[in-house]
């Protein structure tokens, strides 16, 4: 390795929608990193509560710290509101990192977090994207957040070297944007690395606040990641079944066709369809003769 590269920089963009119960602890284990970020803006999206004023405070002593204050629309629909916040964040900031982390508002990190991700994308160079694993407090104890699939980094915690973050084209502002960029990464030959060391913990679990319309975008984002029917059947009962609501896979279902009859906007073309088709199919198969 050359001499300089322990200098590579990273930039955290914190989308914040009325967090001010979690945002000062996660900016506390943020502040606590044996590796500090360049530059880390919070995203302020039209919280009605504290969140702006204790990011400020934090700013006031963490110089590399800013807040963004952004106006949008106060749907909660998963996905979209979340990357429009972080694109606000991304335009902020110069385009002088080596690596670019989203990370929701309500985690804390292990003090060695960023250290350990920088070390992985310094040591392996096809390493496109980075993450630890989440874990949920379940009776006075953290446990894996069971959403967690071990090749899978959870869309709380991301970081993209830059090189594989702008060949993906950045963030999709859609439901399945979690899912795409990783599939992307594949697709141009990037590795998607999680470290089962780095516990994250996960404050507020996924989902939790999740209406019909959003699970109808779950099936929705099946469509649009290319999945084809059948894997969509596959996936979507899997998850049904994960999160302990077997009737969800109606929904997905739903929204799936939903998604087809109107010619939904794909978030992958043709060609990475295809790959996305046959990358599911083999870890389908891997899962099934492996066991």
């Known amino acids: 390795m050359h001499l300089f590269s322990h200098k590579m920089k990273y930039y955290v963009i914190i989308p914040a929608y009325n967090e001010a119960a979690f945002i ?44 963004v204050n952004k106006k949008s629309d106060t749907v909660h629909l998963p996905g979209s509101k979340v990357i429009q ?22 985690l804390i990190l292990p003090p060695n977090y960023f250290k350990e991700i920088l070390d992985v994308f310094r040591s392996n160079p096809k390493a496109g994207m980075a993450g630890g694993f989440a874990y949920i407090e379940k009776d006075g104890n953290w446990v894996l957040e069971s959403l967690t699939d071990k090749d899978h980094i959870r869309g709380a915690f991301k970081a993209y070297r830059k090189e594989c973050f702008l060949q993906i084209g950045k963030l999709r502002p859609a439901m ?7 599939l992307l ?33 779950q099936g929705e984002a099946f469509y649009t990641l290319g999945y084809g029917f059948l894997i969509t059947a596959i996936a979507g009962a899997k998850l049904a079944m994960r999160k302990k609501k077997p009737l969800l896979f109606i929904d997905y279902i739903n929204g799936y066709m939903k998604a087809k009859a109107k010619g939904a906007t794909m978030l992958v073309n043709a060609d990475q369809a295809k790959f996305v088709r046959a990358y599911r199919w083999d870890k389908m198969k891997a899962k099934l003769f492996n066991k």
Do not use: C
Request: no cysteine; aromatic share 12%; proline share 3%.
């Open 185 to 217: 990464s594949k697709y141009y030959g990037w590795e998607v690395i999680t470290l089962e060391t780095l516990i994250v913990k996960h404050l507020k679990p996924t989902g939790s606040n999740y209406d019909r319309a959003a699970r109808y975008k």
């Open 176 to 182: 399945g944007w979690d899912t795409v960029d990783e």
């Open 24 to 67: 000062g602890t996660m900016l506390e284990s943020l502040a606590s990193q044996t590796f500090l970020p360049a530059k880390a803006i919070v995203v302020n999206d039209n919280s009605t509560d504290a969140t702006a004023t204790i990011v400020s405070e934090f700013a006031a002593k963490h110089p590399w710290l800013s807040l």
């Open 85 to 106: 916040a972080f694109n606000s964040g991304y335009e902020a900031v110069d385009d002088g990192y080596d690596v670019i982390v989203k990370l929701d508002a309500d």
